[in-house]
């Protein structure tokens, strides 16, 4: 199968590129923008395989999308791409419109066009906004977003599920909770507190830092995706929880126990608009369907990413500096006779 991932540079769509080019059955053409969180460093283990292929576009230019839709044919799309900083979406909501709604509708529009097998469309849980103890949210639970980044997703999710309706695409989406793991940029909660706790430094939590987040382990997520692509029935929504709710701030404890550092590095901050206290899903629909189930336990997952984080201060360091946006015009811009018209 050949399988057009969107956002296949980001932290979570390159854990779904390096884990699906191992098997030499899929065919990815990896379709990224390449903005201030994507980074090919993350996929410099998979660059020169057979099987991979990375097109630079914006899924903003109708055009474009359409063009690269013509040339590479894919048989099944997986769309990830999407501006999924809340806070940047609270200073600047302008580019999260551009990218989740307009991107995510030409997407959709290309493939009006060009049918495909199956279309998943990656969402997150917080489009159900904040939940009261003891609520889990289910895939008919009703959307209240808080933010601009929230609400954008809502739209698309919405707009994603009537081109089902309406044109019979084959859409799934999904919504999952907080991902970690190697490789996530360092504006996130944990590899922030990561890298701060290793170089020393004050770990900003909001508020009291009693936030309650579900948080699942990256590569569990991406499983959950293939298990969806495979399984999944066209026009659902799947939930994709890890089953481990935690407070922001147990979280921050954790990372400080596991490096070693002292409480006294925590630096509690004014709370930012509009902050939900507690996200909380139910994967059992996906579980019924797809057998799924999360298999890291989340105090291995976080030593492992701890661990990950400490082993690879260089790719740290092209993060924080901006380096690693020069890796594309090493690596790719003198490649594209080899690539041909899809680099």
């Known amino acids: 199968m050949k399988i057009l991932v969107t956002g296949g540079a980001g932290f979570i769509g390159s854990c779904f590129v390096r884990l699906m080019v191992q098997n030499p059955s899929f065919e990815i053409v990896n379709v990224d923008k390449l903005t201030y969180a994507d980074n090919l460093e993350n996929l410099a283990s998979v660059a020169g395989r057979p099987n991979y292929t990375f097109i630079k576009a ?11 839709f013509d040339e590479t044919k894919p048989e099944a799309v997986v769309h990830f791409a999407a501006e999924s900083h809340v806070d940047r979406s609270i200073f600047a909501p302008q580019p999260v419109f551009e990218s989740n709604l307009r991107g995510s509708f030409n997407l959709l529009e290309a493939m009006r066009a060009y049918r495909v097998r199956r279309f998943i469309h990656v969402s997150t849980d917080e489009v159900y906004g904040s939940l009261e103890p003891p609520l889990e949210a289910d895939e008919n639970f009703p959307l209240q977003p808080s933010s601009p980044y929230s609400a954008a997703k809502a739209g698309s999710d919405l707009m994603a599920l009537a081109y089902f309706k309406t044109y019979k695409l084959p859409v799934i989406v999904t919504r999952a909770s907080n991902n970690y793991g ?10 922030l507190m990561i890298s701060n706790a290793i170089e020393n430094k004050r770990l900003p939590v909001y508020g009291d830092g009693m936030q309650i987040r579900d948080w699942l382990y990256v590569e569990d997520h991406c499983r959950a995706i293939l298990a969806i692509l495979e399984k999944g029935r066209d026009g659902e929504i799947y939930n994709i929880g890890g089953n481990r709710s935690l407070a922001n701030k147990t979280v921050v404890d954790q990372i400080l126990a596991i490096t070693g550092k002292p409480p006294c590095l925590i630096e509690y901050v004014a709370d930012r608009p509009g902050h939900d206290r507690r996200y909380a899903l139910s994967s059992e629909k996906l579980t019924k369907d797809t057998g799924w189930a999360p298999q890291m336990d989340f105090e291995c997952g976080l030593a492992t990413t701890v661990e990950w984080y400490r082993a690879n201060q260089q790719w740290m360091r092209h993060v ?9 015009a090493r690596n790719y811009e003198n490649r594209k006779s ?5 680099a």
Do not use: A, M, V, W
């Open 58 to 68: 914006d899924l903003c230019d109708l055009g474009s999308t359409r063009r690269f």
């Open 182 to 191: 190697p490789y996530q940029f360092p504006e996130k909660l944990i590899p």
């Open 320 to 328: 924080k500096s901006g380096e690693y946006q020069s890796h594309y």
């Open 338 to 342: 080899e690539l041909g018209s899809l």
